[in-house]
């Protein structure tokens, strides 16, 4: 499935492109994740521990940047692992897209997300919602983390996401579920939505 999202970074486009190429700044803003191993080469080996209600999901697996274009500032990260209790498989493109807009970068983050055995439970729309809610915790994650990188662009006091769980994510998540179901039966027709 493909999923879609967009964000505001209050920097310049080259602050936040910097931020995103360094793996391991990066990963602790990522909700659940965390890196346990790194090549050298630009291979990660990392966790994500989801939970959303009664269904708890450990994941190990390996990401690593696949493409870097530094002209359009556009990267691409392919990310696969396994449940550790062998209840499903998870693989997942990102592209990030860097633009200059008037604040500073505005980011546009395309998913193409394959889940197998207990993730794919959840269905698409919640899926989306979930990600949607993880996406605003990332963001906030990377805006604190660059407002507070140091003169030589290491950051001075990296912040973590929260984890990927509990009821907040939860309800949020079911909230951006009904806002949209509110829009396709009460707002005029939009085929974007």
């Known amino acids: 499935m493909i999923l879609?999202?967009?964000?505001e970074v209050a920097a310049?486009?080259?602050?936040?492109?910097?931020?995103?190429?360094?793996?391991?700044?990066?990963a602790p803003c990522l909700p659940g994740a965390s890196l346990v191993g790194d090549d050298g080469n630009g291979r990660y080996d990392g966790k994500v521990v989801a939970a959303l209600g009664p269904v708890k999901l450990n994941f190990s697996g390996v990401a690593e940047i696949v493409s870097a274009d530094e002209a359009a500032h556009r990267m691409v990260l392919h990310a696969a692992g396994s449940e550790d209790r062998g209840r499903g498989e998870a693989a997942m493109t990102i592209t990030a897209t860097m633009l200059s807009s008037g604040r500073g970068t505005t980011v546009k983050v395309d998913q193409d997300?394959?889940?197998?055995?207990?993730?794919?439970?959840?269905?698409r729309g919640l899926i989306a919602d979930v990600t949607g809610v993880l996406m605003?915790?990332?963001?906030?994650?990377?805006?604190?983390?660059?407002?507070?990188?140091?003169s030589g662009g290491t950051a001075t006091a990296i912040r973590a996401a929260a984890p990927a769980?509990?009821?907040?994510?939860?309800?949020?998540?079911?909230?951006?579920?009904?806002?949209?179901?509110?829009?396709?039966?009460?707002?005029?027709?939009?085929?974007?939505?």
């Open 4 to 7: 879609q999202n967009e964000f």
């Open 12 to 26: 310049p486009v080259e602050k936040v492109w910097a931020y995103f190429l360094d793996v391991p700044n990066l």
């Open 113 to 123: 997300l394959t889940v197998s055995g207990a993730a794919a439970q959840f269905g």
């Open 136 to 150: 605003g915790s990332f963001a906030d994650c990377v805006q604190y983390n660059i407002d507070n990188q140091g």
């Open 165 to 193: 769980s509990g009821l907040a994510i939860g309800l949020r998540a079911a909230i951006a579920a009904l806002k949209r179901v509110w829009a396709r039966f009460f707002l005029p027709y939009d085929r974007n939505r």
